[in-house]
């Protein structure tokens, strides 16, 4: 495929569901992973790229799913859906294990290369954000944040968040793309999609 070619995100499919790694499928294609706090619209994000209503599941308990979900885009071409994170009802035992999952999937899978971070506008960078931007920076991946829920502010608010979060994005060693996102009414839709099919057309 050619960087200039066109992926037609609406045709993505589930593959599979995995608990922990060594069940997770073979590690051949290129994956990018979508992460992010219980409830800061994940799933949603997913779904309204795909321009598709339940391809992600949307869970009215957050936290519940912990699953690592795979959605094929094209050949070789996948998106990953990791279970949330921070949700303060679920067991320590259980954000432990999701710590441990996490980092590993991060650090080991080879063919990662990209990470996409949902957080809801009105609640950025939160200690696991900020934990999870350290592991990207590590991994030297491209990652793209999304600042969900981006209509439930005015424009100036929205804005002044948006400049607030990119702010504190400057303690980080790296680089990275923020887009106001909103679920509901398609902001930053066709930006997530271009740069998404940016990541996964490079040759790298």
């Given at each position: 495929?050619?960087?200039?070619d066109?992926?037609d995100f609406?045709q993505?499919k589930?593959?599979v569901s995995?608990?922990?790694?060594h069940t997770?499928?073979q590690?051949?294609s290129?994956e990018?992973?979508?992460?992010?706090?219980?409830?800061?619209g994940k799933s949603?994000?997913?779904?309204?790229?795909c321009d598709?209503?339940?391809?992600?599941?949307?869970?009215?308990?957050?936290g519940?799913?912990?699953l690592?979900n795979?959605f094929?885009?094209a050949p070789?071409k996948i998106i990953?859906?990791l279970p949330?994170y921070?949700?303060a009802?679920?067991?320590e035992k259980?954000?432990?294990?999701w710590?441990t999952s996490?980092?590993?999937?991060?650090?080991?899978?080879?063919?990662?290369?990209?990470?996409?971070?949902?957080?809801d506008i009105?609640?950025p960078?939160?200690?696991l954000d900020?934990?999870?931007?350290?592991?990207?920076?590590?991994?030297?991946?491209?990652t793209?944040i999304?600042?969900?829920?981006s209509?439930?502010?005015?424009?100036?608010?929205r804005?002044?968040?948006i400049?607030e979060?990119?702010?504190a994005?400057?303690?980080?060693?790296?680089?990275?793309?923020?887009?106001p996102?909103?679920?509901?009414?398609?902001?930053?839709v066709t930006?997530?999609?271009?740069?998404?099919?940016?990541?996964?057309?490079?040759?790298?």
């Amino acid at each position: 495929m050619s960087n200039n070619d066109q992926l037609d995100f609406r045709q993505t499919k589930f593959l599979v569901s995995a608990q922990v790694m060594h069940t997770l499928p073979q590690d051949q294609s290129k994956e990018i992973a979508f992460v992010g706090r219980s409830n800061s619209g994940k799933s949603s994000a997913i779904n309204a790229i795909c321009d598709q209503k339940n391809l992600a599941k949307t869970s009215s308990t957050p936290g519940r799913t912990q699953l690592i979900n795979f959605f094929g885009v094209a050949p070789g071409k996948i998106i990953v859906d990791l279970p949330g994170y921070g949700y303060a009802k679920v067991p320590e035992k259980m954000k432990k294990q999701w710590q441990t999952s996490m980092a590993e999937y991060l650090q080991k899978r080879q063919n990662l290369i990209g990470l996409v971070l949902t957080m809801d506008i009105r609640h950025p960078l939160k200690d696991l954000d900020r934990m999870v931007l350290d592991w990207s920076v590590a991994a030297q991946l491209h990652t793209l944040i999304l600042l969900t829920k981006s209509d439930k502010l005015g424009t100036t608010s929205r804005q002044e968040a948006i400049s607030e979060v990119n702010l504190a994005l400057s303690e980080f060693e790296s680089t990275f793309m923020v887009i106001p996102f909103s679920a509901l009414k398609k902001t930053g839709v066709t930006e997530a999609r271009n740069v998404l099919q940016q990541w996964f057309n490079s040759q790298s």
